[in-house]
């Protein structure tokens, strides 16, 4: 692991001490890294708010059944501490 940060540290160090490798750097994020990571979010969406739509569906199943055991933990609770 400290060999890892330790070339980490060198590569930021070389990043931050040349403008080209900077400008070449900032480059590559911007018409490359960016646009992929945009497409990526955006063929992502919809299968998150169908995730996000099934976990919502499968708490209201769920729901009645939580209150259901924290009744039964009250009561139980109750037994044992009279």
Known sequence: M???KTIARMAIQKLA???E???KVASVVKEDIVPRAKEGWEQAKPELQKAKEQLK???EKAKP???KAKERA???ARKITK
Do not use: G, K
Request: net charge negative; aromatic share 12%; charged share 40%.
């Open 17 to 19: 001490d040349n403008p």
């Open 65 to 67: 059944e939580l209150q």
């Open 57 to 59: 569906e499968d708490w």
């Open 74 to 76: 009250r009561d139980l």
């Open 21 to 23: 490798l900077r400008a």
């Open 2 to 4: 400290a060999l890892f």
